[in-house]
């Protein structure tokens, strides 16, 4: 166990906590932005400090290809390599395979997969996910689990969450740098309550550093969605980190936090940053729309990041989608705009009154 | 805007001063290109970390904003400073800015100059351009330039002098509000014409001059006696911008013919190509030590962060750099970010790139104030020479 978990305060199910992680003393509920490739989309460290990002994502599979785990290790971990001064975060890998890649498959010993470079079979296995992430070195490693899509039904379910419970154990042989880096386990079960009970409880019993929520924001629908974060949340211990994974837009985050999950990540802030779409408390704001060609606001008027505070709607709406400035100055602006969801919901919680 | 001419060195070579609205800069200078006022890949917030007052001139061509942001729009905004919330920065209007609006010579007819731009070829009449400039509101301004490549028969160079200073009459009577303007002057490969539209140009009332129609395909050769033409028929206490001129060598050209401020694409086009600046400032070697010539475009001058030799190398571009890339990063992240298209990639090159080439600029400037511009010239010319010979030799 590489972590201190303590919180500092609640409102019924939701905690605002500090979390001590190798590299950074984090305040949660927090979101964390996705840099896929070891670098959040065209932002400097420097900015991502301002932002106030605190933990960031990089996918393993990504970073497995390119520039590989091996260099990393070799030129001292991705935090050396990225020279990011706070905490890392890195997923198994095994969800960003069954996505990307065609004929990819799940067998008993990992996924199957054909090389993206060659077209050679390849195998990721759960040691094999943990040996790269030990080599990448970042504080926070995930388990390989077995993952479905929540919109299938039938006994794939139960076989993939039996099977999460068996990779574990084998994830958890294989992680070499435990005094190092975090080892969380993923919940899986579909929507099914008896099969997410039962792995809950499967993780629990390993006493692991932290535990994720997985299998969600895959197309379910809402309230099925809600139900499974309640569950999950209501049966995790107390006292350590709940990640819910690939969660989301504000809304989901606040809710989430409601129900008692302190972490979560995705590609959507920065993503939307790139079709030209901003974030605002009303909403999401298109700045390619005609509309915006002569309006002289603010994307937020209510927002202090230096992109609201120095450009117009009008300004922004010329440069998105054509100019790389434009993706850079909204993705700053919606990075910031998630930060603020969640140290509003810290602050909230250090006062009498609440959320 | 204030301009005054300080020291000389080697004849014509010159330092001076710029005063404009907030600061004042030393020239020899450069303007930084920008697209619609901000720097290609650099965002506002990190303009600072780059050397002051040096980076404080931005070029931008107001045909940017036809793809999206009408003058009445700009105009309610109130101008580019505030559009921009860059009220510390010196912006300059031309309408060519080398990049994505180029000067379409064969487009161009007597009513005003034609480009190519990401919107299609524009014709662009005085009367829209001034309209533009009035709702921009820059510091300086060039006026319209009909700049025709070196080919061109001297009757096409002919009547693009003719409409050069017809447009420019055209601009100045419709006065926009404030801004200095920069009359332009054109003449192709025909130093007869040169000096003529330099005469012509001389006797308007106007602040500065904007030497058009060099990069468009005259020789380096051909170019000093052009330059002379010109400079030599231009009063010396107003300042003088030069466009096309990129690479080290010819920057040093217009410098030795009298050339105050330096309108160059050089940085975005290496920051592109995947290059970093290395050559030596001002006495630190760069890590470039053991020089070898090379297959992937590395030389003297510069290195190309894409080849395979950087991958594992923790280092900095230039050791001792204070740019902001160097003092945080790596070769061996730049190359992984070159090599997984990361837009990070282009941001910290241009860092680097534009804070080594004002170096570049400060040199000039010093070699100037010491006395010494021409020897420094020759140095860089016959290190160049060398290293293209050994290329050659190589090949």
């Not at chain 1, 989608?321 to 509003?344: C, E, P, R, W």
């Not at chain 2, 003058?71 to 990049?99: C, N, W």
């Not at chain 2, 690479?247 to 013919?257: I, P």
């Not at chain 2, 160097?326 to 534009?354: G, P």
Request: proline content about 5%; overall charge neutral.
């Amino acid at each position: 166990m590489a972590l201190r978990f303590e919180v500092l305060g609640r409102f019924n199910r939701a905690r605002a906590a500090q979390l001590t992680l190798p590299h950074f003393v984090c305040q949660t509920p927090l979101f964390m932005p996705v840099g896929t490739q070891g670098t959040i989309k065209g932002l400097t460290n420097d900015q991502l400090e301002e932002i106030g990002c605190q933990i960031i994502l990089g996918n393993t599979y990504h970073l497995a290809l390119r520039p590989t785990s091996e260099l990393l290790d070799e030129l001292g971990g991705l935090h050396s390599f990225m020279k990011w001064p706070r905490a890392l975060l890195t997923d198994s890998g095994g969800f960003q395979m069954v996505s990307l890649l065609h004929l990819a498959d799940i067998t008993e010993k990992g996924v199957t997969f054909q090389s993206p470079i060659d077209g050679k079979p390849m195998l990721l296995t759960p040691e094999e996910s943990i040996q790269i992430q030990n080599r990448v070195g970042a504080d926070i490693i995930m388990a390989l689990d077995d993952v479905v899509k929540t919109t299938i039904t039938g006994p794939r379910i139960e076989e993939a969450m039996y099977r999460t419970l068996r990779w574990i154990d084998r994830c958890v042989a294989a992680h070499k740098r435990p005094n190092e880096q975090n080892l969380f386990g993923i919940v899986q079960g579909g929507l099914d309550p008896v099969l997410r009970d039962i792995c809950v409880r499967g993780l629990v019993e390993r006493n692991l550093p932290g535990y994720a929520i997985g299998g969600l924001s895959g197309g379910e629908d809402k309230d099925s969605f809600w139900r499974v974060v309640a569950q999950c949340t209501a049966a995790l211990p107390e006292d350590k980190p709940r990640y819910v994974m690939g969660v989301g837009y504000p809304l989901d985050i606040v809710v989430c936090s409601a129900l008692g999950a302190d972490m979560y990540d995705c590609v959507y802030p920065t993503r939307t940053a790139r079709f030209g779409t901003a974030l605002v408390p009303e909403g999401v704001l298109k700045l390619k729309h005609q509309a915006m060609a002569d309006d002289t606001r603010p994307i937020d008027p209510s927002c202090s990041c230096m992109v609201c505070k120095n450009f117009s709607r009008a300004y922004i709406h010329c440069l998105v989608t054509k100019d790389a400035m434009g993706s850079q100055l909204l993705s700053y602006h919606n990075l910031y705009y998630m930060m603020k969801v969640h140290t509003s919901i810290f602050v909230d919680f250090q006062g009498p009154t609440n959320a | 805007m204030k301009f005054s001419v300080k020291a000389w060195s080697s004849g014509k070579a010159r330092t001076g001063v710029l005063h404009l609205g907030s600061f004042e800069m030393e020239t020899p200078s450069l303007l930084l290109s920008t697209r619609k006022g901000l720097p290609h890949f650099i965002s506002p917030d990190l303009l600072p970390s780059l050397p002051s007052p040096d980076s404080r001139l931005l070029q931008f061509s107001p045909l940017h904003f036809l793809d999206g942001l009408s003058p009445k729009t700009i105009s309610k905004i109130g101008g580019l400073h505030q559009m921009l919330g860059l009220h510390e920065y010196g912006f300059v209007a031309v309408a060519r800015d080398s990049i994505q609006c180029l000067p379409s010579h064969d487009g161009t007819n007597r009513v005003g100059p034609s480009f190519e731009t990401p919107c299609g070829r524009h014709l662009i009449k005085p009367i829209e351009y001034m309209e533009m400039i009035s709702s921009m509101r820059p510091n300086i301004w060039a006026t319209l330039a009909d700049e025709v490549p070196a080919w061109v028969s001297e009757k096409r160079n002919t009547s693009s002098v003719d409409r050069t200073v017809k447009w420019l009459d055209e601009c100045i009577a419709l006065r926009p509000i404030g801004g200095e303007v920069f009359g332009a002057i054109v003449g192709g490969s025909n130093e007869e014409l040169r000096q003529h539209c330099a005469r012509e140009v001389a006797r308007r009332n106007v602040s500065g001059y904007w030497i058009g129609g060099f990069g468009l395909g005259e020789s380096m050769d051909e170019r000093p006696a052009l330059l002379n033409a010109v400079c030599d028929n231009l009063p010396e206490e107003k300042p003088r911008l030069i466009c096309g001129l990129d690479l080290l060598e010819e920057v040093l050209q217009g410098v030795a013919a009298g050339i105050d401020l330096f309108d160059s694409t050089y940085i975005n086009h290496i920051t592109l190509g995947g290059f970093a600046l290395t050559f030596p400032l001002d006495g630190i070697e760069a890590k470039v030590s053991n020089f070898q010539p090379s297959d992937v475009g590395s030389d003297r001058i510069k290195i190309n962060l894409r080849a395979t030799v950087y991958r594992k190398d923790t280092t900095p571009i230039v050791e001792g750099c204070s740019c902001y890339t160097c003092r945080n990063h790596t070769k061996a992240y730049i190359n992984h970010l070159l090599n997984v298209h990361e837009m990070l990639a282009q941001t910290l090159l241009e860092l680097h790139n534009t804070h080594h080439y004002l170096g570049f600029f400060r040199l000039i400037r010093e070699s100037i104030k010491e006395g010494k511009f021409e020897r420094f010239r020759q140095r860089f010319i016959a290190d160049r020479h060398d290293d293209l010979a050994v290329s050659a030799a190589n090949a």
